[in-house]
């Protein structure tokens, strides 16, 4: 099975500041790696497909990257609408989904 | 616009049986694949299993192969999540998801692009 470890699990931020989190995959994923984002008490949303491809309608602010087995997600301009709890999660054939544990992001 | 409906919440006792619903619209209901991920309180997401609905062609994940069975009825564009005999520890967020493709010179890229807004099972004596 292919593990994903999220780092870090919390983190605190000001409005405005660059926040950035990672995702490592346990083996080669290529690009099968999605970014969700799950307000307080919502379901979570769709921010990133394919690794770095945003979704229609999510605010320029947020961006992804990277390819094998480490990803990057990216605030470059932290907001008070942004505070939730972000999961990247991967995708292999068997098919199987698997996310990672969640990154909380508050503001300082 | 693309919807997806669930069923509202539950309360049950161990060892009853439970059949929740996601109904969705807005979309040709039996071209895309649906899904059902778990939240337990506090924790993170779980891809539990997943359902074409235009065949009932039906994979699960291994955690939850035999412990619950994912079902679909395309004449009312609605799936299924159901179990014959809750557990306590079955107690949580249930959301149905739509899988959606990305395609590129790779092949396929698969995501979940529009989530149900949740049922809460809780299941307790």
């Known amino acids: 099975d292919i593990q994903m470890t999220q780092s870090p699990s919390s983190l605190s931020a000001s409005v405005g500041d660059r926040v950035t989190i990672t995702c490592q995959a346990s083996?080669?994923?290529?690009?099968?790696l999605n970014w969700y984002q799950q307000k307080p008490g919502k379901a979570p949303k769709l921010l990133i497909y394919d690794a770095s491809n945003l979704e229609t309608g999510v605010p320029s602010r947020f961006s992804g990257s990277g390819s094998g087995t480490d990803f990057t997600f990216t605030i470059s301009s932290l907001q008070p609408e942004d505070i939730a709890t972000y999961y990247c999660q991967q995708y292999d054939n068997l098919p199987t989904w698997t996310f990672g544990q969640g990154t909380k992001v508050e503001i300082k | 616009e693309v919807q997806l409906v669930q069923s509202g919440a539950e309360v049950k006792k161990p060892g009853e049986s439970l059949k929740i619903s996601c109904k969705g619209s807005?979309?040709?209901?039996?071209?895309?694949?649906i899904g059902w991920v778990r939240q337990m309180p506090g924790k993170g997401l779980e891809w539990m299993g997943i359902i074409y609905p235009g065949d009932s062609d039906t994979r699960y994940s291994p955690s939850f192969q035999g412990q619950v069975t994912i079902s679909a009825d395309k004449s009312i564009s609605t799936a299924y999540l159901q179990w014959s005999s809750l557990k306590a520890s079955d107690t949580a967020m249930y959301y149905c998801?739509?899988?959606?493709?990305?395609?590129?010179?790779?092949?396929?890229?698969?995501?979940?692009?529009?989530w149900g807004q949740g049922t809460l099972v809780t299941v307790s004596s």
């Open positions: 083996q080669d994923i290529s690009n099968y």
């Open positions: 807005g979309y040709s209901f039996t071209s895309y694949w």
């Open positions: 998801v739509r899988r959606r493709n990305y395609y590129d010179s790779s092949g396929y890229k698969p995501y979940f692009d529009y």
